[in-house]
Nanobody, 123 residues
């Protein structure tokens, strides 16, 4: 399984970006976005159960970020609105099979990862 992220960049606070994660073959049952801020551990940001469309967001991004899927394109998106400097991080896409896809995500759940895309938010 290959995951390829795109869409990162540099924006000013208050700006928006759309990240994309293209998956080889087909979307897996649980697709999740993580991020790793500078000097910190990787943290789960948003996840989507691709069978039901149910989503979950970390409190830090709730109301500002939106995760969505495009089955025809085998792609999961993360729309980032109202960006803050503390959103600066490398953003990673992760995939796993199955329907267990709710609540805070753990790095150890996932065997498939993308290479990451940098998001930098300036004040």
């Amino acid at each position: 399984v290959q995951l390829v992220e795109s869409g990162g960049g540099s924006v000013q606070a208050g700006g928006s970006l759309r990240l994309a994660c293209k998956v080889s073959g087909h979307l897996r049952g649980c697709m999740t976005w993580f991020r790793r801020p500078p000097g910190k551990e990787r943290e789960g940001v948003a996840r989507i159960a691709t069978g039901s469309g149910n989503t979950y967001y970390a409190d830090s991004v709730k109301g500002r970020f939106t995760i969505s899927q495009d089955n025809a394109e085998n792609t999961v998106y993360l729309l980032l609105h109202s960006l803050k400097p503390e959103d600066t991080a490398v953003y990673y896409c992760a995939a796993k099979s199955g329907t267990d896809c709710y609540g805070p995500a753990s790095v150890s759940e996932f065997g498939y990862w993308g290479q990451g895309t940098q998001v930098t938010v300036s004040s």
